[in-house]
RNA sequence: GCAGGGGUUGCCAAGCCAGGUCAAAGGCGCAGGGCUUAGAACCCUGUCCCGUAGGGGUUCGUGGGUUCAAAUCCCACCCCCUGCACCA
């Protein structure tokens, strides 16, 4: 960290800079980012996302607005309670992690075994950081999360009661992956094995033998007219149960997901398998009867480990069926050997029996062959999408398989015949190593994100956002889409807990969504205005909704009625959101969320008005991961570097959805670009020679107006890296470029142009503009400047024409150079004579009127003086060559003469080339001209001599 | 699998929505030159191929198509990244 940085931090917060109150003579900016989750130090990552939103906030603020940007911290949630409890057990990773990572002293470790320490520790560092980053924080208004803040839980219990209120939070149950020995939701990361396998539905149905039914388990219960037989596996342990009112027979490790799925068990008998085999049972809907047989592939804990044989189109059924032919006793081999497969599915690029078909193909060996698993896939995507059920299909004839899928199932279900079942499609191991198991859990509470109205009104309010990247749009809209109901309460962990039913919490994602409304209350929390206990349901109605009348409300909260005035009025002046940025990781929850639970509560006026994402950082390419050791913080970085180089590294990383990299290089290129700075502007600074303005410094200004222009409108976009990509390196490169252009550069232009310039960067790096600001003499704080407001004026564009001309032909008299190798003296420059141009230019016109090239060409070739028809060939492609701005640009001026162009610059056009200039029309009598070249002259393109 | 994003010249990365301004910005790297006692920094020039007159050729994941004209539009395919719910 710099010593100026510090000397900057210290002075912007003496002074108040970024304490924003409401003002109505000044329109209102709104900003912020969700509260970053307080388990670790901020990492560089944050710093991405806040210097974003920081040098749009920081923009707009010079740019005249009043730019509220806050910030809080989130400790709602079980991580930062689960680093406890195994800080507590000793776990020598979090111990790691807390000393190594985390920098925390080794003796404090203690007092990290209570969440609130911890939370809290977090907190105070991650400030220090955000304060040291430079970011334009009003911080009066910061808080966090939690009942262990009395406010927020306030804020929270409103909250929930407002969507109870309107039926938004339901109750209800919902599968989930449960470790039944820890008796516990075993999350992604809480997996051994199975990362990312959720329930599914499995579907049973019930073959009838003697009073009993035989479960299958299948995803295909459109098979069910193909079965042939039934496979059990004779070595596996079953049981006779009664499950709720129907007498069962499935595998003993297949209950407990019964019991858990909330059904009624009572185990009659426990038996082998092969107590089954070769007995018979009845295939609903269609009534023939079927064979039990063994088959080594069947799992007993995967469904109920029983299923039916479709050998046509499972292939597996097909190669147990097989085995079981070749090998095996006698009394099985004359039963297999009687089974034939039965055809039901009509499906294009496959004959009769698409299993049969693909085994050979793939030539899979056994029912043990890896392969078997992949052709399984082939088949069933192959059927489900294109397959219709052929005519033995009793009520399922003709029908799409999609379709028969779903009748078939209701149809079962009706008769008795059939249930649904959850079930992983894949094993999933605790951590602890238990095989887990689908568990409905009761009585969750829900945010009702599937309500389609929500949902629909969610849908017309984002049409209306301003979302940036204007990709992010499409994924937004694809999560509405998805969202179904989310458990919203927990029952461990910090938060608030639910007003209604207090043994839950209000989980992490549900309770952040429309806190933003908060800074507005917290500011007045925080200067001791308001006690948490005034915040009843009355004081939030009308600070928020407008309810109530405002006398009643203070006599029954016991707050000051100007203090509530103040409060409603602040909130009416800054709300809704005007942006909110974050990592586009938060697109699929939080961010939707945001916009759903605004437009649950809030009038619409108050519905967040703009959403911006970025790229998730890596690290010298990596992604970032803690226990990989992948990771740095922002305090750490900017000990190292200094905030303004990691806001600079960070900004030029990447804008829109692309990732940023975080790395040495690019770190170390910046602060040597900032070093630079100083010097190029005390360069600068010495020239002390005013005159006359000419072409150069008109072309100067021109160009840096144009540039800045261009910031502004990226900024506005948040392309952040473009716009600081214009200000920091292509403003600079144009004031290098007229330095080395002008033997003597003009005072008054280049002290503008620096002004402007350091304005301009001032988003972006703060400190060091500010620091020069002052160095050049000014008083006031750049971060309260006024941004440049500038109008690229005609004469402007015009400058910015004739010098494009110029540097096409210098170009061009370059590239003669190179390639003749010669050290020419004199440069004959033959200019279009204006009547070629004025046909030209005619040209254009007629064909922009509609008139075809034929058509305009004969009119041309009617007009044009005789000794220029020759160039008229050209003239015609010249009209599809040429750049359209400059077009444009030449249409615009009247009586365009572009032999001024040349002359007026002779002298710089002299100075480039380093020959003695000489300038003709095409078409002049006496012109020296010994190659013959003037011919060749086309209007913005000179024919060129060089001797 | 579903959803979202992406594949550009040595590297990073603009351009693509609104086709011609595109051999394609900028940065990095590399080469040459300047500055300097020397180096670093800084500044300038060059950086797809060919060419002794401003020209030509071949490029933008792959293969097709539309068009006078395609990195840009359409179709198919291949590859990469991200998210997918009781984690935050």
């Not at 974050?582 to 509560?601: D, G, Q, R």
């Not at 992604?623 to 970085?637: A, H, P, Q, R, V």
């Not at 010495?686 to 100067?700: H, M, N, T, V």
């Amino acid at each position: 960290m710099l010593e100026y940085e510090e000397k900057w931090i210290e002075a912007w917060k003496k002074d108040r800079v970024f304490e924003a109150d409401r003002d109505v003579s000044r329109e209102k900016l709104f900003v912020n980012a969700p509260f970053p989750y307080m388990n670790g130090p901020l990492h560089i990552g944050h710093a991405f996302t806040y210097t974003r939103l920081d040098a749009y906030a920081r923009y707009r603020r010079m740019k005249g607005n009043n730019v509220l940007f806050p910030f809080a911290w989130h400790w709602t949630g079980e991580a930062v309670a689960g680093q406890s409890v195994r800080l507590k057990k000793g776990d020598p990773a979090v111990i790691k992690a807390f000393v190594e990572i985390d920098g925390i002293p080794p003796e404090e470790l203690e007092k990290f075994t209570s969440p609130y320490n911890l939370a809290e520790y977090y907190t105070r560092v991650s400030r220090e950081a955000l304060y040291k980053l430079g970011l334009s924080i009003d911080w009066r208004r910061e808080f966090f999360t939690t009942s262990y803040n009395k406010g927020f839980s306030k804020f929270i219990e409103w909250q929930y009661l407002k969507l109870k209120e309107k039926n938004f939070v339901v109750k209800g149950s919902h599968p989930v992956v449960w470790c039944p020995s820890d008796q516990s939701p075993t999350g992604d990361h809480d997996r051994l094995e199975g990362e990312g396998v959720s329930p599914e539905e499995f579907y049973l149905v019930f073959f009838k033998m003697d009073e009993y039914f035989l479960a299958a388990a299948t995803f295909r219960p459109e098979t069910i007219y193909g079965a042939t037989n039934v496979w059990i596996l004779p070595e596996g342990e079953y049981v006779k149960a009664k499950i709720d009112n129907i007498k069962l027979v499935i595998s003993r490790e297949s209950l407990t997901k019964f019991i858990e799925q909330e059904r009624n068990v009572k185990i009659i008998e426990t038996f082998y398998g092969k107590e089954l085999i070769g007995k018979e049972c009845v295939v609903p809907l269609a009534g023939h009867k079927i064979p039990i047989l063994p088959a080594s592939f069947i799992d007993p804990a995967y469904g109920t480990g029983i299923v039916y044989s479709v050998p046509a189109h499972a292939p597996y059924d097909w190669l147990a069926l097989r085995d079981l032919q070749m090998a095996s006793t006698e009394k099985l081999k004359e039963i297999a050997a009687k089974i034939k497969p039965i055809s039901i599915i009509k499906v294009e690029g496959f004959g009769e029996y698409p299993a049969i078909e693909i085994v050979e193909q793939m030539g899979i060996k056994d029912q043990n062959d890896k392969q078997a698993e992949k052709a399984t896939e082939i088949i069933y995507s192959k059927e489900f999408h294109t397959g219709v059920m052929k005519e033995n299909c009793g009520i399922l004839s003709g029908m799409p398989v999609r379709e028969a899928k779903n009748k078939v199932i209701e149809t079962l279900i009706q008769q008795g015949l059939g249930d649904k079942i959850y079930d992983l499609p894949q094993i999933v191991r605790c951590r602890c190593g238990t095989r887990c198991i689908v568990k409905i859990l009761r009585d969750q509470w829900f945010l009702n994100y599937s309500n389609p109205e929500w949902k629909d009104r969610v849908r017309q309010h984002v049409k209306t956002m301003k979302i940036l990247p204007e990709e992010a749009r499409a994924w937004i809209y694809a999560t509405v889409d998805w969202l179904n109901n989310w458990p919203c309460t927990r029952k461990t962990g910090m938060g608030t807990p639910l007003p209604w039913d207090k043994e839950w919490i209000v989980e992490t994602l549900s309770d952040s969504t429309i806190y933003m409304a908060y800074y507005i209350v917290s500011k007045y929390v925080n200067s001791g205005e308001i006690e948490s206990e005034q915040m009843t349901k009355e004081f939030f109605d009308y600070v928020f909704l407008g309810e109530g009348k405002i006398e009643e409300v203070s006599k029954k909260t016991g707050i000051d009625v100007n203090i509530l005035k103040n409060v409603r009025e602040d909130f009416l002046y800054w709300y809704p959101v005007d942006l909110r940025n974050s990592a586009k990781e938060l697109i699929p929850n939080h961010l939707t969320f945001f916009i759903f639970h605004h437009v649950a509560i809030f009038p619409k006026e108050m519905w967040p008005k703009g959403i911006s994402v970025n790229g998730m950082i890596t690290i010298e390419g990596k992604k970032m991961s803690k226990s990989k050791g992948i990771f740095t913080t922002i305090s750490k970085e900017i000990r190292k570097y200094g905030a303004d180089v990691v806001r600079a590294a960070l900004i030029y990383g990447a804008e829109g959805m692309d990732d940023p990299d975080w790395n040495e290089n690019i770190a170390k290129l910046m602060e040597q670009k900032i070093a630079s700075l100083f010097e190029f502007v005390n360069e600068i600074r010495e020239i002390s020679s005013y005159r006359e303005k000419d072409f150069p410094e008109k072309l100067l200004l021109a160009e840096v107006k144009n540039m800045i222009l261009l910031v502004e409108k990226n900024l506005e976009q948040m392309k952040t890296k473009t716009a600081f990509q214009i200000a920091f390196f292509d403003i600079p490169n144009v004031i290098k470029r007229y330095l080395r252009q002008v033997s003597v550069p003009e005072k008054d232009t280049i002290e503008e142009v620096l002004e402007y310039w350091i304005k301009v960067m001032a988003p972006f790096i703060p400190f060091t503009c500010e620091e020069i600001w002052h160095l050049i003499g000014r008083q006031e704080y750049i971060s309260l400047e006024k941004w440049p407001a500038l109008k690229v004026s005609e004469e402007d564009s015009r400058v910015l024409f004739e010098y494009k001309l110029i540097e096409k032909l210098l170009e061009d008299v370059k590239e003669i150079k190179k390639l003749t190798k010669t050290e020419p003296k004199t440069l004959y420059i033959y200019v279009a004579a204006q009547e070629l141009t004025k046909t030209f230019l005619k040209y254009v016109a007629y064909i922009e009127e509609g008139l075809t090239t034929k058509e305009a060409v004969k009119k041309i070739y009617e007009e044009i003086p005789k000794n220029l028809i020759g160039s008229v060939p050209q003239l015609i492609k010249l009209a599809t060559t040429l750049e359209k701005n400059l077009l444009n640009e030449v249409r615009k001026i009247e009586d365009f003469d572009e032999y001024q162009v040349y002359d007026k610059s002779k002298e710089y056009l002299e100075k480039e080339t380093g020959m003695k200039i000489r300038i003709y029309y095409s078409d002049e009598q006496d012109k020296y001209d010994p190659k013959n070249k003037a011919k060749n002259a086309l209007p913005l393109k000179p024919a060129l001599f060089l001797e």
